[in-house]
């Protein structure tokens, strides 16, 4: 809020009366003393001041001022609404900077609400707005979250490049202390190679972290965070490394800071290292602590985490965890759903808002036009009565004219408004499969695995149980791609530019060279969406069969279109189908598709690799 300050003291040196802007620096001076009543009636007084003096910038300041109140108390619902508001003046006021730095802040609390889509747009929105000004800090803020939103998802690439655009970016600025922002960055770059086990490359960043000589002095709980990150990476590295008293010294050391995040941590570490070593007892009571510590803070992620250790190191009571396990999920699905509900209803409020205003200002535009027309027609007098009519008349008619397009174009809003939620409905009960019911069926599946069965009919049973329940999770996640499918018609790329950015994946992924010709040139708006999605998930099951069967290094794809047929040619240079080997799933799965599109497909096996060829009428 530089700006507005600074616009703050240029009022007071000319008023002698407080102003809007006195106020508002009052406010944000009493919410970093954590002064909650004084911060409310200076804030109220900014905004009854600034509404009086029909100041849309000083408006938008205030509204910048509730949002990070209410941010401090993690209200993100009501923070939101309040960014969301400040955003719409900002933009209207065509300060891009401000609007910019609203649309991060959104960002940030779609993030904490694990609404990953939204807060991945909006840090975008930002971006765009950002790099023409060269706004070096806050580009940093948003490569960064970014970066960390991407490793959430477990787009290990992605976020690795966005990690890097934050350190380019937090380079040029003037972010101080840099050394101690630096030092963080290197730390999640550390953690994104640790969780994509490239754990040489994650010691480095974190040893490049620690060798900021002022972090131990400045930032004590930083320093001991990165240090404990290096310490159980070297001994994901290597687990004979003596690393129990470094381990218990960062836990002496975060106990005497009261840290309890950090605390949680290091007793889950050391709780991983015990059951390595079969030290049960010890296991067990830091993962017990962990869970206390967690349960207290209502930090739910890291109270899944400790049911999940505390399965592996008391087996007989894994089901007595599992249940709890299933019932913090279960509650904090409920939670994330309802806040997002919340910012669903926030959303459509305010665009409702937004559509209300925008219609009373243009029936006040028709009103003031009809009452100068009405104005000089009655000036003209009774000699040009005659034209007067036919002005009047030509006059409603078009406004007739004017009130059917609105019409149509409030129908065709609505409709797109529809469709859109339509489409928001479908990607949510697709997440609700994928994260809620997904999730609990492969915790169901992992728990099951931990019992101990000594009879080997039963035990061969159960394996036949555990399967079945594994096709059954495989079904759902089908389910769930389906649901989404629609992606490939509403996506703003070409179908052409869909194929080739999932080569491009696919490549970084598989380390695969891969050959895509399309020739002669397709008119694809011709082919129907139904035959582009079941292309496009054959593609990526052809590839993913590839990569996991067949040991190749290349692959070579040619698409082709003769009359009203689509023909696809795949083929690689791996090892080929073995003359005792079944057909796995993932070709039953690509002869469903080809099945259910009346299409037909030729499989072809030698030495040279694996050769698959399909035919598919372009409107199945």
Known sequence: MGAFHQRSAQQQQTYPQPTAAYFSEKAMRALKQKDSLKFRCYNTQAMHLAILAKDSLAIADVLWNNGAFYLNYKKYDSAYFQYQ??????????????????????????????????????????????????????????????????????????????????????????????????????????????????????????????????????????????????????WLQNKDSAIQKPLEHMLFLRDSLNHQPGQITSHLHLAQYFLYHADTLQAQGHAKHALRLAQATTLNREVLRAYQLLSAIEPARASAYFKNYASVQAQLAKQERKVKNNFAQIQYETETFIAQNKKLTDQN??????????????????????????????????????????????QLAKMKDWNRAKNQERQRIAADLHDGILSKLFGLRLQWGFLSIPNSEVHNLHQQHLSTLQAIEKEIKAVSYDLQSEILQEHKWSFPQLLQQLITTKEDTYRLSIVLTIHPPIEWTNISSTVKMNLYRILEEALKNAYQHAQCTGVRIQLSQQHEQLFLNFQDNGVGLQSNEQQGLGLQNIKSRVQQLQGELAIHSSEAGLHLHLQIPINS
């Not at 609400?113 to 929105?125: K, N, P, Q, T, V």
């Not at 690439?157 to 350190?167: G, S």
Request: hydrophobic fraction near 35%.
């Open 365 to 410: 535009g028709y009103l003031w036009s009809g009452i100068a027309a009405s104005t000089v027609i009655v000036g003209l007098g009774y000699a040009i009565n005659r034209q007067r009519q036919k002005n009047k008349k030509l006059y409603y008619e078009n406004e007739t004219h004017k009130a059917q397009e609105k019409i149509h174009r409030l």
């Open 85 to 234: 508001r400040s955003q719409h003046l900002y933009q209207k006021l065509q300060h891009h900077y401000y609007e910019a730095k609203m649309l991060y802040n959104m960002a940030y609390i779609k993030s904490k609400i694990r609404d990953y889509a939204g807060s991945e747009y909006l840090a975008y929105r930002a971006i765009s707005k950002l790099e023409p000004l060269q706004k070096h800090k806050t580009l940093y803020h948003c490569f960064n979250l970014l970066g960390v939103i991407y490793e959430e998802m477990g787009q290990y690439t992605q976020a690795l490049q966005c990690l890097q655009q934050a350190k380019k970016h937090l380079k040029a600025s003037s972010l101080a202390p840099q050394y101690r922002y630096l030092a963080g960055l290197e730390n999640n770059l550390g953690i994104l190679y640790q969780k994509s086990n490239r754990l040489p490359k994650a010691i480095e960043y974190f040893q490049r972290a620690l060798r900021h000589d002022r972090l131990i002095k400045k930032h004590l709980i930083l320093y001991i965070k990165i240090n404990d990150n290096l310490l159980y990476t070297q």
